[in-house]
């Protein structure tokens, strides 16, 4: 273990470059020069602004489309109601035009965030209320980054979730509507006190992602190469003030320091890595404590406060990434301290481990708006999915700024975890002025997706599938859209899992600034929570005695056929006969029967609104009547009986032919068949 001190540091600096930009834009967002789009873009990138009390202050609040049948925290039924979409403030005649009002607000004030699950129809944003909008495009285009003003990565889709940071400063009013209405959002908007300089944005002044606005400076394309994410971890931090310590943890041990300095400063650009790349299974027995002026305000597991889960999954955002073969990990958080830093580590673990360290301890200035920076950690094992409850992620009292949270699940079943709604309430709200529509909304994707993805504000590093089963690591980073509070902050969010009989592990590491003085009720952590729950290798379930349809041989086909999976099917998997056939059209598929004789045959199906009507075929004898697949959304038949057939011992054959189509049905003819079982006939069984 070493102790160096801070004797000598260099100027200030912002870390990974979140300076530089403000520097290149004219200055600090939030300044006396006023609020501006220009000034909201640099605060997306500016790490250091979240250290400070914003100044101009604001609030941040959020519409939702959540069920507005939830009311009372008292009422169980209605709290955790889950009809949260299609929900508007109102609706409006536009000439012909019906517009459902999506977020109405009061300025000065900006939309920082605006999220949809399935986004559709036009989207119009008025303005200080002027009759015809600033904005007025397909929501998609808005929402996907496909705006020459709003490009990727400040706007994007991300597992099915579309999320734009593109700020929309309004000094009046803002209306946010759209002309459908069966669609999930979030808006999230800041609201400064009325004296506040702020210029309404003018969508027709803003360079292009490829404008050349040289030596005036494109604001926007600085902005979106800055969040790119292949772009972040490259920018290195200040070399000035930069340390490197290495530490030696015994097993069992007290907290060992590793680091301090006694000067006023900040650290940030901190960097982790472990002796041996195999000592990363024992990292999450590593805690990480900083006391920052004689109180400690960061406790959490080493991979937890890197917001890469229990096991250390790879991934590159804003101010936090683990990276590369050795998962280097990663904190650009800025992190103040007027007098005093103390570093320490401690193994709660059966191995010794040994940590490489490095830091920038740049000089900062303390003042009246400096906060400390806060990180812990919450885990809870073997909480049951019933009754619903509200989870707390965090509960602060005292002057700060919510910035950011990291979650993650231990589910040992298939079945979606995340139904549940953030539930935000500031300064001792009675009901949330922040009230979403589903736990991965709140952290920006959509519709249970499963797929990893990586953005500068919000990640999905781990989900081991198949569907929800196994590890989920997510985080969410609020920078532009960040919560102020004067008083509390509380944070909760819903268990609402679709197994009800199951149990799960959770663990929540928050993440804020806040004045000295503040209090957190962060319970200790126990050795024994660090453990991770081992959930053995998913084994799709299977109905006795079922010949799957996607295992079957297919003989002849027109079109396309294959396997494609379906919650609630066997195996969880249906052959699915898709596209490139009409009517007289067959798809035959060959099964084995295991003797020869008469055997009733029943079969399962899928059933949607693209399929069609077909007659079954057993070796060229029908099977009973034409079988009208159709059904307004996808749903697993029942067990249907086809008849009785003699059949051979070895290959035999099922035919499906196209015969028509329900009047209601969208693409007509297609066919998905989950298996078939054969059962030994008996005297008296019908044709």
Known sequence: MSLPSSAHRGLGCAGIGSAVLALLAGGCAGTSKGVTTPSLLREMTDLRALAQYPDPPFTCKQFSSYDRASVRPDDAETWFANGDWGQFIREEKVGERTEYVMADMAGPGAIVRIWSANPKGTLRIYLDGNEKPEIECPMQDFLGGKLPWNPSPISGERSRGWNSYFPIPYAKHCKVTCDEKEFYYHVNYRTYPSNTPLKTIRVTELPTRESDTWPSYNYISSCADYLDSSYVWLIPGCGFGKRHFEAQLHPHGPPS???ESTQSGAVNDFQITLGKPEDFAYARHVLLRIMFDGKETVLAPLTDFFGCGPTGTTYISLPSSVVGDDRRMRSDWVMPYKNRIQISFQNLGDKPVTLYCSLVDSYIEWTNDSMHFHAKTRIQRGVPTMPKIDWNYLTVTGQGVFVGAAFSIANPVREWWGEGDEKIYVDGEAFPSHFGTGTEDYFGYAWCC?????????NQPRCDGPYNYGHTTVNRWHILDKIPFEKSFRFDME????????????????????KPGATDGFPPLDPADLVVREIPPYVPPRT???IEGEEMTIVEKAGAAEPQNIWGTSNDAHLWWREGHKVGDKLVLSFTAPNAGAYEIIGRFVKAADYGVHQLHVNDAKAGEPIDFYNNG??????????RFELRQGENQLAVEVVGANEKAVVKYMFGLD?????????????
């Open 257 to 259: 320091i590793a680091w």
């Open 450 to 458: 499963n797929v990893p993805f990586q953005h500068a504000y919000h």
């Open 544 to 546: 006795p005695g079922a």
């Open 634 to 643: 996808v749903i697993v038949s029942e067990e249907i009986r086809l008849g």
């Open 495 to 514: 268990l609402w899992h679709w197994n009800k009989e199951t149990d799960v592990d959770l663990a929540v590491t928050a993440y804020w600034y806040a």
């Open 675 to 687: 298996y078939v079982r054969l059962e030994a006939a008996r005297e008296g069984d019908r044709q």
